[in-house]
């Protein structure tokens, strides 16, 4: 996945419920601009600075999240090769199971397969 | 390795050998229904269920390497940590004990005895009862012990 794709996957994640206009006043950038770009349009540059800006503010709002960057950055540099697998096994599953639950609203590009 | 979560076992054993409607898996689940959705989907895409003129069954022909990441070792020590887990957070009708007990030699003989039939009366019981109770209503059962000194040992190597 290009690395546009990702960013707007990963803001689509952290606010599922916004409509395009409250992504707009987000971001900054034009309604019928940020369709294109949920439809899989190639970002410019400050675009993609808007998005990455509007996700590092929305996940600064949890407390526990520089937490748990400094805590992962220690254990990256202390724990083995085997630990950091199972935790990151762990943290797998925790989001496998959040993305179930969750009314999650996959970006346009993504094709969804279903029976 | 991913494995496989616990929600997504529990529709897999849901369907076991049978062809399953969404509204059958739905009901023997109690999972709500978009995530129901959700996890069939998910387990679709990972070729491990397939369907059939509107029913599911579990696919015939998983790989190895399939099988290996869903019921390997890892995957199901994964699983139960997490079904144990969420009896630990359960804040309502919680039934948990973790002790550390001084036991002589018979009395570890005699509480491994014990463990033993109640291993025997919970099979039993599992076949009484099977038919009839759906996978929701199951509860989850869990015991073990270990020795303390070698298990502070393990937890100071990373396990």
Redesign the interface.
């Known amino acids: 996945m290009r690395l546009e794709n990702k960013i707007i996957e990963r803001y689509r994640q952290l606010f599922p419920k916004e409509t395009l206009k409250e992504s707009s006043a987000r971001t900054g950038i034009q309604i019928t601009r940020v369709y294109r770009l949920f439809l899989g349009k190639p970002m410019k540059v400050h675009e993609l600075e808007a998005f990455e800006k509007a996700i590092n503010e929305g996940m600064s709002t949890n407390p526990n999240h520089s937490r748990l960057t400094y805590v992962l950055e220690e254990a990256s540099a202390l724990?083995?090769n085997?630990?950091l697998g199972?935790l990151a096994?762990?943290f797998?599953?925790r989001v496998?199971?959040k993305?179930?639950?969750r009314?999650y609203i996959r970006p346009l590009f993504q094709e969804?397969?279903?029976? | 390795?991913?494995?496989l979560?616990s929600?997504e076992r529990v529709v897999l054993e849901c369907i076991g050998n049978q062809h399953l409607s969404y509204e059958e898996i739905l009901f023997q689940s109690g999972l709500?229904e978009?995530?129901c959705f959700?996890?069939?989907?998910?387990l679709?895409?990972r070729g491990v269920l397939?369907?059939v003129k509107g029913q599911?069954l579990i696919n015939e022909n998983i790989s190895p390497l399939m099988m290996e990441e869903m019921n390997g070792l890892?995957a199901r020590k994964?699983e139960s940590l997490?079904l144990m887990e969420a009896v630990l957070e359960k804040d309502y009708d919680k039934i948990f004990r973790f002790q550390k007990v001084a036991m002589d030699e018979r009395d570890t003989k005699i509480f491994k005895a014990m463990l033993s039939n109640l291993e025997s009366f919970l099979k039993d019981a599992h076949q009484k009862a099977e038919k009839n109770i759906p996978l929701k209503n199951r509860h989850i059962v869990f015991w073990g012990m270990g020795e303390l000194l070698p298990m502070m040992n393990q937890i100071m190597k990373?396990?």
């Open positions: 724990l083995t085997e630990e199972k096994d762990y797998e599953r496998e199971n993305k179930f639950v009314s969804t397969n279903i029976a | 390795m991913r494995g979560s929600l709500q978009n995530v959700n996890i069939i989907q998910a679709i895409i397939k369907s599911y890892e994964a997490e990373g396990n």
